[in-house]
């Protein structure tokens, strides 16, 4: 037979119709890594921009959300913020949907109480549907009452939400003089001076107003949404809790005001290991800064100096979302930053002596991010092995040329990067990863937490003038893990700004971080999640306490939700 | 040679004839261009170049006249496609490949610049920003030895090129070698000092190396530098630049020209502006600032005029007048402007502080010192409004106060700082606390005199003289 008879008998099996053997089964089609189940679960939120046609900066900035089990029942419960029309007197151009509820909306999660994953809106019942032009949103125990409270930024004054620990909270943005009545965004708690009070730093953007917008054009005279650059930057803010229900302005007297950019996006760490909480801020359009913790009260921007200012090339870019964490187990910080479409994301690798270094190419991000403007981000173990894997929510700011004909010119996919392991970076995965990674939306802020308990990491989204998005991590790998939520006696109650250690012999130790901050506008599980790898092994776990303490529990098995009291492991 | 000649001419028939062999449905298709909203001096240019390339769809030099167009105005993703069609159509012609790859790298899809780039290189192996774009390209795309080979290549060819000092630098500062990064920087430094990217670079490089000192020195001058570039010397591009006929370049260059002092320059470039885009209001806003400036303080009022015909609620514009009318010596307008400033823009830091002081020259010290401290509420950085807050609480007899303020701005140290320590030492010295009134004034004699600001020194020297009396 020679080959082209072969090729002919080939071809004529494949022509002729014949039955499929009954035994042998097509493949399945490989499980998606998650699945959205907003609306299956009464997740129903939609945001609303208000636009009407005159590009008013805030339109186009989105909202946030946060995770926060606000009812203390071990589930997560989400709040979703909500826009309004800046100009009441003109017709929006995308309406809402029917049957739309305005202001911020609270769902408390029923998984506790029920074992099913549902969502039920309680917003008037725990007085928080605040109607305003909300924007970010930051989660902490602020009078260590052991219930988690809620900092809601605005386009305007910002308030201040009280849990009062029955399922609902009050209103003390006048009492607490929080009020910042800027432009706020992004907003963090943060103990910066160890007494054991969550204080509060918030970014505010820029000084515009409705009455004041200017007109901004694409180089070709199409109107557009301006850059930050045509108004005013305004200095952030950093407000000290005085224990007392009142907060005071420190913005001067802490060296925070002498430095300032349109800040968007914020998280608070350690940056330079000396044991002292530090504050990032993304800027856009500016250098980023880092507020490096000086021990009395003051903070001394260093961004330059450590190298997280500016990416390699010294440009300044438009940084947005922050994500801070080892991605690498080698026990040094890295710090990713999103930035806007053409200028890709910036991550900088610490080396562990308080100096940094651009290596986004190095960690092959470079390339992938560059088309995309990224908002919320996260890194986040998704599949539980133990390296930390990278999820950007995207969507434009300024009109995209390739898109100027779309009915959604600003909509980008969203992408998921897959971590590869030390020295080999990030691999994007976000065409396989199903449908939820298909979706073309604007999307703005991102949050993380297991909100199933299951022990896989979710993430929520929030879409400009569109619905809110909860990817519930469908446990394809089937790795072990922990989730260590941590709790102290008195003060700082849920451990904000602790380091948690998980040892394993011949493996690297796992070091995460205890904090809601980062991302964008949004705040996520303050609990701390590790991904174990096919080893539920543990030898032991450490914790640095933000008092400076520091404590060992042995004997800790894998696969379950851990809460680790101050106090009762081995001090060290 | 009858046969050689025919030779020939059947070359030359092959070579003329080979774009047509390319036929239309090999090529992508003609995007569609919109000139919808467009300044108006832009939609004639786009829609002269579009339907020429419309009407002559297999004509190289159509395609690509049109895909300028798209650049300059920074649509890249349309412009690539456009470049494409006409370098597949002309393939010998060097603009094309070069302009497509230079495209292409914008868009970040830097593999196929690198394609587009060696094709171009082919035809003009000599044409440096070529090969430095090749060089950019292969970096991003992390071919980095690759990338440092053509910066080799360059700066033997070409020492006196900054851009590919630059690029050797960054090149061995990501292979690990800060030393020799350092050096390859420290030449592009050396060649064009005020490259703000290469200092930067610089700076990095001796952080890496443990060189504190030095790495300081350079941030400071990338930061006096941030976004200088040396001049680009590339034909090609700026036969692209050159289309650009938008209100926003002009705008741009105004602006730059007004930052390098010449404003006769940057106020034409504003006019030009304003003819691109009769409503661009921007321009007549500046141009208050310009006019005022140089002295025309008529044509800055008319620039007034116009602006808030154009748009009634510009904060900057009634910012812009109020202080030209301050200049004029009217101050109830100056005052009215402030004012209105303020009312558009409650958080107008600047506006609140010149109200102040206007309220201050009018005796209404109460009325100013809320100003000023809604100044500093705004940006507590804010040192001339804490300045003046110190000022009224002198003239108001509360010295303690002003004490404080005053010693809030003597960082950081510049040219504002002598004057600063100054009013501080002499706030001590009404306070009746001679120690510290000299302290502060000899403080302030030290900066005046290193600054040669003579004028602040004899007055400093003089109440020096009078305290140690």
């Given amino acids: 037979?020679?080959?082209?008879?072969?090729?002919?008998?080939?071809?004529?099996?494949?022509?002729?119709?014949?039955?499929?053997?009954?035994?042998?089964?097509?493949?399945?089609?490989?499980?998606?890594?998650?699945?959205?189940?907003?609306?299956?679960?009464?997740?129903?939120?939609?945001?609303?921009?208000?636009?009407?046609?005159?590009?008013?900066?805030?339109?186009?900035?989105?909202?946030?959300?946060?995770?926060?089990?606000?009812?203390?029942?071990?589930?997560?419960?989400?709040?979703?913020?909500?826009?309004?029309?800046?100009?009441?007197?003109?017709?929006?151009?995308?309406?809402?949907?029917?049957?739309?509820?305005?202001?911020?909306?609270?769902?408390?999660?029923?998984?506790?109480?029920?074992?099913?994953?549902?969502?039920?809106?309680?917003?008037?019942?725990?007085?928080?549907?605040?109607?305003?032009?909300?924007?970010?949103?930051?989660?902490?125990?602020?009078?260590?009452?052991?219930?988690?409270?809620?900092?809601?930024?605005?386009?305007?004054?910002?308030?201040?939400?009280?849990?009062?620990?029955?399922?609902?909270?009050?209103?003390?943005?006048?009492?607490?003089?929080?009020?910042?009545?800027?432009?706020?965004?992004?907003?963090?708690?943060?103990?910066?001076?160890?007494?054991?009070?969550?204080?509060?730093?918030?970014c505010d953007y820029v000084d515009f107003t409705v009455l004041g917008h200017k007109k901004c054009y694409s180089p070709s005279g199409q109107p557009d949404y301006c850059s930050p650059i045509a108004y005013h930057s305004i200095p952030s803010r950093l407000f000290r809790n005085l224990g007392n229900g009142k907060f005071e302005d420190v913005t001067q007297a802490s060296g925070i005001g002498s430095s300032y950019g349109p800040g968007l996006g914020v998280i608070c760490m350690d940056f330079n290991g000396d044991g002292l909480i530090d504050i990032y801020v993304a800027n856009d359009t500016a250098a980023n800064l880092l507020w490096l913790n000086q021990g009395n009260g003051t903070l001394k921007e260093s961004g330059l100096d450590v190298g997280v200012a500016l990416s390699a090339d010294g440009l300044p870019k438009a940084g947005m979302g922050i994500t801070a964490d080892d991605i690498d187990n080698d026990g040094r910080l890295e710090v990713l930053?999103?930035?806007?479409?053409?200028?890709?994301?910036?991550?900088?690798?610490?080396?562990?002596?308080?100096?940094?270094?651009?290596?986004?190419?190095?960690?092959?991000?470079?390339?992938?991010?560059?088309?995309?403007?990224?908002?919320?981000?996260?890194?986040?173990?998704?599949?539980?092995?133990?390296?930390?894997?990278?999820?950007?929510?995207?969507?434009?700011?300024?009109?995209?040329?390739?898109?100027?004909?779309?009915?959604?010119?600003?909509?980008?996919?969203?992408?998921?990067?897959?971590?590869?392991?030390?020295?080999?970076?990030?691999?994007?995965?976000?065409?396989?990863?199903?449908?939820?990674?298909?979706?073309?939306?604007?999307?703005?802020?991102?949050?993380?937490?297991?909100?199933?308990?299951?022990?896989?990491?979710?993430?929520?989204?929030?879409?400009?003038?569109?619905?809110?998005?909860?990817?519930?991590?469908?446990?394809?790998?089937?790795?072990?893990?922990?989730?260590?939520?941590?709790?102290?006696?008195?003060?700082?109650?849920?451990g904000m700004g602790a380091r948690v250690g998980v040892f394993r012999r011949e493996m690297p130790t796992l070091w995460r971080h205890a904090h809601t901050d980062g991302s964008m506008l949004s705040a996520s599980d303050i609990r701390v999640h590790f991904g174990l790898g096919e080893n539920p092994r543990i030898d032991a776990i450490i914790v640095h306490w933000p008092d400076g303490k520091k404590e060992k529990w042995e004997n800790i098995r894998a696969d379950k939700i851990l809460t680790l009291r101050q106090g009762t492991g081995h001090a060290l | 040679m009858i046969m050689c000649r025919l030779g020939r001419a059947l070359v030359l028939l092959v070579l003329v004839a080979a774009p047509s062999l390319v036929n239309a449905s090999s090529l992508p298709p003609l995007p569609e261009v919109t000139t919808i909203d467009l300044f108006p001096s832009v939609v004639k240019q786009v829609e002269e170049a579009y339907q020429t390339a419309r009407s002559h769809p297999m004509d190289a030099a159509a395609n690509g006249k049109l895909a300028m167009v798209l650049d300059t105005y920074e649509q890249f993703s349309l412009a690539e496609v456009c470049y494409q069609r006409a370098h597949l159509l002309d393939p010998k012609s060097f603009e094309w490949a070069y302009d497509l790859g230079y495209v292409l790298f914008k868009e970040g899809r830097y593999t196929q610049a690198v394609d587009a780039l060696r094709e171009a290189l082919a035809l003009r192996p000599d044409y440096v920003p070529a090969k430095l774009k090749l060089a950019d390209s292969l970096f991003s795309a992390r071919q980095t030895e690759a990338a440092g080979k053509v910066y080799q290549e360059i700066v033997q060819v070409d020492p006196g090129s900054a851009d590919a000092w630059y690029g050797l630098g960054r090149v061995q500062a990501a292979q690990g070698d800060p030393k020799a990064a350092a050096v390859s920087l420290g030449k592009a430094c050396e060649l064009v000092p005020r490259y703000g990217a290469a200092q930067f670079a610089l700076a990095t490089a001796y952080r890496k190396l443990g060189e504190q000192e030095k790495a300081t020195e350079h941030f400071k001058l990338y930061q006096a530098n941030m976004t200088n570039v040396p001049p680009a010397v590339d034909p090609v591009r700026a036969a692209v630049q050159v289309l650009n006929q938008g209100a926003t370049m002009y705008l741009r260059r105004g602006l730059d020209l007004a930052q390098a002092g010449d404003l006769q320059g940057a106020i034409q470039q504003h006019l030009e502006a304003i003819q691109a885009d009769p409503n661009e209001v921007q321009s007549y806003i500046n141009l208050i600032q310009l006019y005022a400036r140089i002295g025309e303080k008529d044509k800055a009022v008319e620039a007034y005029q116009k602006a808030v015909a154009i748009n009634p609620n510009r904060a900057d514009c009634y910012y812009n007048y109020g202080v030209l009318m301050f200049d004029l010596r009217k101050l109830p307008d100056a005052e009215q402007a402030m004012r209105k400033a303020i009312q558009i823009n409650p958080f107008y830091a600047e506006a609140h502080d010149s109200l102040g002081y206007l309220l201050a020259i009018q005796g209404h010290l109460d009325e100013a010192l809320d100003q000023y401290r809604k100044a500093v509420e705004e940006r507590p950085d804010f040192r001339l409004a804490r300045f003046h807050i110190g000022q009224v609480l002198v003239n108001q007899g509360n010295l303690p106060e002003a004490i404080e303020e005053f010693q809030k701005i003597l960082t950081p140290d510049d040219a504002n700082t002598p004057g600063y320590l100054y009013a501080l030492g002499a706030t001590y010295a009404r306070a009746g606390d001679r120690q510290n009134a000299l302290a502060y004034m000899r403080k302030a004699r030290d900066k005046a005199a290193a600054r040669n600001q003579e004028q602040l020194l004899t007055s400093i020297d003089r109440d020096i003289s009078n305290l140690e009396k």
């Fill in chain 1, 1 to 202: 037979m020679t080959r082209r008879d072969l090729l002919l008998a080939s071809l004529a099996a494949c022509a002729w119709p014949r039955k499929t053997p009954a035994a042998l089964p097509l493949p399945a089609a490989p499980r998606p890594i998650f699945r959205d189940v907003a609306a299956e679960t009464g997740l129903n939120f939609h945001h609303f921009s208000g636009a009407a046609g005159d590009l008013l900066m805030p339109e186009i900035l989105g909202a946030g959300l946060a995770l926060i089990d606000y009812d203390n029942d071990g589930d997560l419960d989400i709040y979703l913020l909500q826009g309004t029309m800046l100009q009441p007197d003109k017709k929006p151009l995308i309406p809402p949907p029917p049957g739309w509820k305005p202001g911020n909306r609270l769902f408390r999660n029923m998984l506790s109480e029920t074992g099913k994953l549902e969502f039920v809106d309680v917003t008037e019942k725990a007085g928080v549907g605040h109607i305003g032009y909300a924007m970010g949103v930051a989660v902490g125990d602020y009078d260590n009452d052991g219930y988690q409270d809620l900092y809601v930024t605005n386009f305007g004054r910002n308030a201040l939400y009280h849990n009062n620990g029955d399922g609902t909270f009050t209103d003390v943005t006048e009492q607490a003089g929080v009020g910042d009545p800027r432009w706020s965004t992004s907003a963090a708690w943060v103990d910066y001076n160890g007494d054991g009070l969550l204080d509060l730093f918030v």
């Fill in chain 1, 337 to 494: 930053v999103t930035n806007l479409n053409r200028e890709g994301v910036t991550l900088f690798r610490g080396d562990g002596k308080g100096m940094y270094d651009d290596y986004t190419t190095q960690f092959r991000l470079a390339q992938p991010t560059f088309g995309y403007t990224g908002y919320g981000v996260g890194f986040f173990d998704y599949d539980n092995d133990g390296l930390l894997d990278l999820f950007i929510a995207n969507g434009a700011m300024t009109n995209i040329d390739s898109m100027q004909n779309s009915p959604t010119p600003y909509a980008q996919k969203n992408q998921l990067f897959h971590n590869e392991g030390p020295g080999k970076g990030f691999r994007e995965i976000t065409d396989g990863a199903g449908p939820f990674l298909e979706l073309i939306e604007i999307s703005r802020g991102a949050a993380f937490g297991d909100i199933d308990n299951d022990g896989n990491i979710d993430i929520v989204i929030t879409n400009e003038d569109g619905p809110a998005r909860l990817f519930l991590n469908q446990g394809v790998s089937r790795n072990h893990w922990l989730l260590v939520k941590l709790e102290s006696p008195k003060l700082n109650r849920f």
